[in-house]
């Protein structure tokens, strides 16, 4: 009988072991790999459903959550430069479970369908975007439009030309505008124009582990102290795709794109709401500023102690403030009615 329960407790504890080992050799050896399995498993807990959507032969990859028609419009959420559908994980975390959301990658990126520069450019990309709109019915009722960074200069020159489509739309620290004061990061593109050398990295594409720090903290007001193993996932996921990134990223600093939501901004009807983080260091809060004189009644939200990545710094406090815009167009809606 003894024996019986030692071999019993020892094949229990063999079978603990095989994960956690599993677990350790996974972080040591494919990191990369491990986030995207972590990814996988917060999108699962979140309610989020991997789906994809087609315009022809174009292939778009998204994630959403609940159902059209409640008591607040869809909200359709673009990231940034470089990103995945998976950078606003942190904010949906903190959305009501009954909020439908949808996050879609933008063109090229994960699991968009990756094609030429034509469709990398802000006009382009807006192209693809009102493409995807379509694909899944969001254009059947208005919906909330979120952009943040390369994503909210798309939003912002989307809403500029589909105003008829959009409830309403939020910019979050997005490129595209004519800052007063440069940031760090553009300053650095302007000596990297004056002296251009091919082995100096662009900021934004991180070669290796010391660039990808160089890149957080250029992005992240707070500081993030990534175990070294993180880091080298993160990099592993990323370095494919670099030749991709700086294809885009020329495209977006091109005459095409570089100021597209300036040259738009004025054309925007749909009621605005801008988060901005007060240290953001990649694109500089005056921007903010460029914003509100061209549209005097748009909702302004600086953040305190927040950098570039609004989402991974302040998401609560993001989710918050998107939500309440929503709430506060439901009341102004009612009144007009």
Known sequence: MESTVVKTMMMAGSVLVVPVVAFITSFLLWPGALLKAYNWYLRRRLGLVVRYSYSGSYRFCYSSRGTPGGATPS?????????????????????????????????????????????????????????????????????????????GNVAGVYAARHSDQLSSVTL????????????????????????????????????????????????????????????????????????FYKEVFMELVGEKSRHSLQEHMHLITAPLQVIWGKQDQVLDVSGAAVLQAALPRCRLDLL?????????????????????????????????S
């Open 75 to 151: 909200l359709l959420l673009l990231h940034g430069f470089s990103a995945t559908k998976d950078m606003w994980l942190p904010i949906v975390k903190y959305l009501p479970r009954d909020q439908h959301v949808i996050c879609v990658d933008m063109p090229g990126h994960e699991g968009t369908s990756r094609t030429g520069a034509e469709d990398y450019s802000i006009q382009g990309q807006v192209g693809r975007i009102h493409q995807f709109v379509r694909s899944v019915g969001l254009d059947k009722t208005p919906f909330h439009l979120v952009g943040t960074s390369m994503g």
């Open 172 to 243: 979050m620290c997005p490129a595209g505008l004519v800052y007063p004061t440069d940031s760090k990061f553009v300053t650095r593109l302007r000596e990297l124009e004056k002296n251009p050398d091919e082995n100096e990295s662009i900021p934004l594409i991180p070669r290796t582990p010391e660039e990808l720090n160089d890149m957080l903290r250029l992005c992240c007001h707070t500081k993030l102290n990534l175990p070294r193993q993180m880091l080298r996932g993160l990099l592993d996921n990323r370095i494919p795709n670099n030749g």
């Open 304 to 336: 305190d102690d927040c950098g570039h990545s609004v989402a991974l710094e302040r998401p609560r406090k993001a989710a918050t403030l998107i939500m309440d815009f929503l709430s506060a167009q439901e009341v102004s809606d009612k009144k007009l």
